[in-house]
């Protein structure tokens, strides 16, 4: 008889998780993860990031670019600038749930 101990993940969803793993250690530093939330708003230039969060354009753009090659936002040229959106809808909703998320847990007395 086999416990829950004895059976292996499925082959797909262990390649799932193998796949999504860094794209979750991308969204886990919180200054990513702020600008992630800032783009599920809409689509912003650095300036605007930097604007938003008060980080220096500098430290923005170094946050940026994990999550580029993650593929989780894009950029898009304007003029002597680029705009960064997310890169699908896809993600935006998740993102903002569990933003949420947070909120409901911070009033949980869960002790």
Wanted: charged share 20%; aromatic share 0%.
């Amino acid at each position: 008889m086999a416990t829950t101990l004895d059976v292996q993940p499925d082959a797909s969803i262990t390649e799932k998780a193998r796949m999504l793993a860094p794209q979750l250690k991308a969204l886990g530093d919180e200054t990513r993860l702020t600008l992630v939330l800032l783009l599920a708003e809409r689509p912003r230039s650095v300036r605007e990031l930097t604007e938003a969060t008060g980080l220096s354009q500098t430290l923005v753009s170094h946050h940026l670019t994990p999550l580029r090659e993650q593929n989780l936002i894009t950029a898009t040229p304007k003029g002597r600038s680029n705009i960064y959106s997310l890169c699908c809808d896809e993600i935006a909703v998740p993102v903002q749930m569990l933003a949420g998320l947070a909120e409901l847990t911070a009033g949980c007395d869960c002790d």
